[in-house]
């Protein structure tokens, strides 16, 4: 009874093992030297580059998690838990794939089995990262002269930014993620941008906690820390300057008393697109007057 | 089943077997004939069966390295997980055993978790090793906490609570020291099949075929171990070292699932309790009919999975789920019933 | 059967359970094993089962035989495991897995456990679940697998214990069935008077050494068995001749 089953399931299997081993043998896919035409932007941040880098006209979808900018031609199609089969259904020439979508490796090798080009996107560690995935995107997608003027254009503003907005001496800050104080230290994309202001980040101190650079603080070491700046991520979630001081203890917070609280805008910290120039300026002028 | 005249009826009818087989076989085209980009039946058949007139380019390549591969990892993960739970629901004389409960499940999770939360990043691609190791080596603590190799079912049950809850507890304590892994590590717990390729199938059916060809050929002793051990013995067989063997096989064949697929919970629990209430019997000769049951459950599952939100991919744990929770209201009710 | 055992002794650790123990169990009658809680009877059965390691020897005519678990003894137990969900035909079949191998349900086979559900009186039941049986029907349920394996050797453990008195009788009325066939019996009881009214010989087992064997009229009017019990029994005979076992009161000695 047994083999009968046995048998069965390898008679299923024979024609796909033939393919397999017909398909092994075979040269690999080789790199399009040609402007893609048909982009698909599986990622909300290089969704914005593309446009930025004047590759917009080429891009045929882009992700369900991609707002901006608003003419983008939004689609179903899943950042996080990419559908190989739907993606190809659209005959894409290159697809912008983000390294921590789930199973972004396979994506990628199926896609790559299916002859459509993939753009591992990399989320960077800090700005300069940052630049150099604007360049290779415009490397793939035909634009490398427009990508590295866009690069040098947010350089040359970001720092007029810093110049006129550095702290001259270091003011500490607190940057909060969620109502139970997870924050975001120094080695986070955000938390370089602070360092740029010359902000000292009050999470620093707790860095050891979590490799991934978002330790959880403990209300009193908030208080002790006694930042002068708190910038709050967590406003969606019903966080806001007056919820903040309602926290027992936390009046007596030197940005607390000083009403610096902060509401951060919604999106633009996450992303690092061309909008990054925005947030510097934000960040700039709202810690204008402290010190 | 007909009586003849002064002998009882078959307990066990094999046709049973065979119809569960045609059930499979449809299922498993249907699934590899359904997708976001839509080729018709006909052609999906022959390209399957490498008739004239099938597929090519990327119609071709959609069947064979995108559907075929996933269909296949769905029948065996589904048969080794529906396979096991039967198992061990068996030996623990327990119908609520499922294939993860000697810790299997939990340490398998600590395995993925410190794959994916190591600093090397090679070491995130041999996860389904570390994964495979983790549930093994869970299982095995479990026996030798329980104090004697030859441990009775129910100190085994205790122990595998106690090592699959430390070892949840030391995987959440590095989930939370490196943040960045709690989203591939929290999808892979939730369990999917996208990751099916030619050679993930390749190296799980190996061990999935061995495992159940081990518990198929002890199937029918498998019956003595549903009543006491000195009852097994007059009849025959050595309990202890069926159950051994018993759960050894089923481990193996829940680790390799695990690491090929993820946590894909209720399968293990759903499929043999639906075998055996349509079937009205408890032999455990159905072992092959549960294994195929479950094959084609995982199968269609997934399919719900990549279709029903396409193109999003709903998580497979989540359908099975869906399935299962208002399974077991059924199962509670059928067992007031019985008690009345 | 016939079964020698010479110099059979058990040891759990550091614990001697049966201690040096010979006798010669007889072939086709209904040894009945009585003795305290503790006197090691059930281990008396374990080894017949194969499952208890021992030093001595146990010989059915010259050939050690029950080093193993394979040779066909029939075990009804005090507290079977009961599996959910199996009807009274599937678990009586199990019994067939001796003579017919396990899960093969050949038509001798399935004529035989037709065969023993009707002398059970058990027919009518077989698509019942095992479950859902009374006390007595169970005992009479694990009779009919005892029968169905087509035994050499059955053992009982308190074949009566847990029954109310009707059920007591009828369940060991089946027994005698079982011995009819020509199969030794080997059972182990409380009810001395139940065991003097069927056992054709009682075996008196102490703290793992047998203290008294012989036929059981002799047995139970022996002086030696009041002292087993601290003499605290009373044996009586009654008109019909059949003697009655009945505890006496401290205060009466």
């Known amino acids: ?291 | 089943m007909s009586t003849e005249h002064g002998a009882i009826a078959r307990i066990w009818n094999w046709r049973i077997t065979a119809f569960c087989a045609l059930i499979l076989f449809l299922v498993a085209l249907a699934a590899v004939s359904f997708g976001p980009i839509s080729i018709s039946f006909i052609k999906v058949f022959k390209t399957l069966f490498d008739l004239p007139g099938g597929s090519t380019g990327l119609d071709r390549t959609v069947i064979m390295q995108l559907r075929l591969p996933r269909v296949v990892l769905g029948i065996l993960v589904g048969s080794a997980l529906a396979t096991s739970g039967a198992v061990y629901q068996t030996v623990f004389h327990n119908p609520l055993a499922d294939p993860y409960l000697l810790g299997a499940a939990s340490g398998a999770g600590l395995g993925a978790t410190i794959a994916i939360t190591s600093t090397h990043h090679n070491l995130s691609g041999a996860l389904p090793i570390f994964a495979f190791a983790g549930g093994v080596l869970a299982v095995l603590t479990s026996f030798f906490i329980s104090g004697k190799f030859f441990a009775d079912p129910n100190s085994l049950l205790l122990s595998g609570i106690a090592v699959g809850s430390f070892a949840t507890a030391i995987q959440t304590y590095l989930q939370q020291r490196h943040s960045a892994a709690l989203r591939p590590v929290y999808s892979w717990i939730l369990g999917d099949l996208t990751n099916a390729n030619w050679s993930v199938v390749a190296w799980s059916s190996i061990y999935i075929a061995i495992a159940l060809i081990v518990l198929f050929m002890v199937a029918k002793q498998l019956d003595g171990l549903m009543l006491s051990d000195e009852e097994a013995y007059s009849l025959g067989i050595n309990p202890k070292k069926l159950r051994i063997i018993a759960v050894a096989a089923a481990t193996l064949a829940t680790a390799t699932a695990v690491s090929a697929s993820g946590l894909i919970g209720f399968v293990g629990i759903v499929v043999p309790h639906l075998v055996r209430g349509l079937t009205h019997r408890v032999t455990n000769r159905s072992l092959i009919t549960i294994a195929m049951a479950g094959a084609a459950f995982l199968v269609l599952a997934d399919l719900g999975a990549r279709t029903l939100l396409s193109p999003a991919e709903l998580p497979i744990g989540v359908i099975t789920a869906f399935v299962g929770a208002p399974f077991f209201l059924v199962v509670l009710r059928n067992r007031r019933k019985v008690s009345q | 059967m016939s079964i020698v055992i010479t110099d059979l002794t058990v040891r759990y650790g550091d614990k001697v359970v049966l201690d040096d123990i010979s006798i010669d169990i007889a072939d086709g009658k209904w040894t009945c094993l009585v003795g305290p809680n503790g006197a090691g009877k059930t281990t008396f059965l374990k080894v017949l089962l194969g499952m208890a390691p021992y030093s001595g020897s146990i010989q059915d005519k010259g050939v050690e035989v029950f080093k193993s678990h394979h040779r066909n003894v029939a075990f009804v137990p005090q507290h079977p495991q009961i599996p959910q969900g199996m009807t009274v035909a599937e678990y009586v079949m199990l019994g067939r897995s001796k003579r017919d191998g396990w899960g093969n349900e050949s038509l001798t086979s399935r004529s035989y456990v037709h065969k023993v559900l009707t002398e059970t009186h058990l027919f009518g039941m077989q698509n019942n679940l095992v479950a859902q049986l009374s006390g007595g029907e169970m005992q009479r349920a694990l009779i009919a697998r005892a029968l169905a394996q087509e035994p050499e050797l059955i053992l009982l453990d308190e074949p009566t214990s847990a029954l109310d008195l009707h059920h007591q009788i009828s369940v060991l009325n089946n027994i005698e069935l079982l011995k009819d066939g020509g199969v030794t019996v080997i059972s182990t009881m409380h009810d001395l008077t139940l065991a003097a009214m069927f056992a054709e010989r009682i075996v008196v087992l102490q703290g793992g050494k047998i203290l008294l064997s012989g036929d059981s009229q002799q047995v139970i009017h022996s002086p030696e068995l009041k002292r087993a019990y601290d003499n605290r029994i009373d044996v009586y005979t009654l008109d019909s001749g059949r003697p009655v076992v009945v505890a006496s009161k401290d205060r009466d000695n």
């Open chain 1, 1 to 291: 009874m047994f083999e009968f089953f046995l048998k069965r399931k390898l008679v299923r299997v024979a024609p796909a093992l033939i393919l397999v081993s017909a398909f092994l043998s075979s040269a690999p896919v080789a790199q399009a030297s040609t402007k893609p035409t048909r982009i698909i932007s599986l990622s909300p941040s290089a969704t914005e580059i593309l446009f930025g880098i004047g590759a917009g006209s080429q891009v045929i979808a882009v992700d369900d998690n991609s707002d901006y900018p608003t003419n983008a031609p939004f689609s179903k199609l899943s950042s996080f838990t990419p559908n190989v089969e739907a993606i190809a259904a659209y005959h894409p020439d290159l697809v912008v794939l983000q390294s921590s979508a789930t199973g972004a490796a396979n994506v990628q090798a199926q896609l790559l089995k299916l002859k459509i080009n993939v753009f591992l996107e990399v989320t960077p560690n800090n700005i300069t990262d940052a630049y150099s995935e604007f360049v290779a995107l415009g490397k793939a997608t035909g634009h490398p002269s427009l990508a590295l003027a866009l690069v040098a254009s947010m350089k040359s503003q970001i720092a007029e930014i810093i110049a006129k907005y550095r702290k001259k001496s270091p003011v500490s800050i607190y940057h909060e993620l969620d109502n139970t104080l997870y924050s975001a230290d120094s080695s986070t994309f955000i938390g370089q941008i602070y360092s740029d202001f010359n902000f000292a980040n009050i999470a620093d101190a707790a860095s050891g906690a979590d490799s991934g650079g978002y330790p959880q603080l403990t209300p009193e070491a908030v208080i002790k820390a006694n930042p002068k700046v708190i910038f709050l991520d967590d406003a969606p979630y019903g966080e806001s300057s007056s919820t903040v001081a309602t926290r027992p203890g936390w009046s007596g917070i030197s940005a607390v008393k000083n009403r610096h609280v902060i509401t951060l805008p919604l999106d633009i910290p996450d992303r690092w697109g061309p909008r990054m120039v925005d947030f510097y300026r934000f960040i700039g002028q709202a810690t204008a007057k402290i010190n």
